[in-house]
């Protein structure tokens, strides 16, 4: 079982940053992938990024590429979302995942999901 707490969420103004972190519970986190997606209003929940179990791969959402960065410390049991050159349209509830397999995060199909963090970005 595997519970995950997001925080670092709040309101930037466009070009700011922000960085989210998951607090995972569980002695399995350093076995499991871990994602970041974000759901804005009226719009479906979208990927935005996916680290492997180790933190040696990293995928990322076209739209985020170049400004997020997603890491981990397996040590802490927590994953981090770093976001730089923040836009409008990153204004949404930002959600973490975890599963034991990468692919299936990516398909936002992972076991267990957070409860959420809202990042609003005003222009």
């Known amino acids: 079982q595997v519970q995950l707490v997001e925080s670092g969420g709040g309101l930037v103004q466009a070009g700011g940053s922000l960085r989210l972190s998951c607090a995972a519970s569980?002695?399995?986190?350093?076995?499991?992938?871990m994602g970041w997606f974000r759901q804005a209003p009226g719009k479906e929940r979208e990927f935005v990024a996916v680290i492997s179990w180790s933190g040696g791969t990293t995928y990322y959402a076209d739209s985020v590429k170049g400004r997020f960065t997603i890491s981990r410390d397996n040590a802490k049991n927590t994953v981090y979302l770093q976001m730089n050159s923040l836009k409008p349209d990153d204004t949404a509830v930002y959600y973490c995942?975890?599963?034991?397999?990468?692919?299936?995060?990516?398909?936002?199909?992972?076991?267990?999901w957070g409860q959420g963090t809202q990042v609003t970005v005003s222009s």
């Open positions: 995942a975890a599963d034991p397999t990468l692919i299936t995060v990516v398909a936002a199909t992972p076991g267990y």
């Open positions: 569980g002695r399995t986190f350093s076995s499991y992938a």
